[in-house]
């Protein structure tokens, strides 16, 4: 007798274009006091934990997991809430996959964004999101979400469900090579003179 592997059966999911999914296997929030050492001016953002208070959300995730293992896919929705610290925009803390040959997409659903990418060789790239747009995220490639505007910035994302993530590596350097701040009614790039390069890191 032939025997199969088990798999879950097709699942569908309500995705809200303002973040969120019903049906989801967790969310998870990040607060401003979680941010601590993420944005170059510390003294902006110390002002900002003192007039919010450390517990204000500044973004969440909520993500549907199916299944564990190779071949299993995790889907989910990032929320970005707009603000600034200095002149830098707002920003989640950003990673590389763990398994770094892992690939994510992520899909504009609402507001503006920057998904802005690094290579620890030293390649860099910053691609602008409105809705409609998407991002093909390769594997090596360091990923952070910044918002540029002044609502929310809500995106779709999918990766392999055994990528994990590894948000140290950034830490680790003094911040992302190029900053993402304010130009006039827009946004630039500027070079972090914090960052320390990127250590060696097992690509598999």
Known sequence: MSTYPVVDIPTLLQISPQGGIDGRSRRYEKYIGDMEGVYRDNA??????????????????????????????????????????????????????????????????????????????????????????????????????????DEPFTTLFCYAADAGQDYAVIADAGGMKNLVVADGEGWMLRPNPDHTGYRAFDAD
Do not use: K
Request: charged share 20%; net charge negative.
């Open 44 to 149: 902006a953002w110390e002002s900002a934990v003192g007039e919010h208070g450390a517990d204000h959300l500044v973004y969440w995730v909520d993500d549907h997991r199916y299944q564990e293992g190779s071949g299993a896919l995790i889907t989910g929705t990032s929320t970005l809430l707009p603000g600034r610290y200095g002149d830098e925009f707002a920003m989640t803390r950003g990673h590389l996959h763990a398994i770094a040959d892992r690939a994510e997409l992520y899909y504009c659903l609402s507001g503006r964004g920057v998904m802005l990418l690094e290579t620890l060789d030293g390649q860099s790239s910053a691609i602008e999101l409105t809705p409609g747009q998407a991002v093909n995220v390769p594997g090596h490639w360091l990923h952070r979400s910044v918002n540029v505007g």
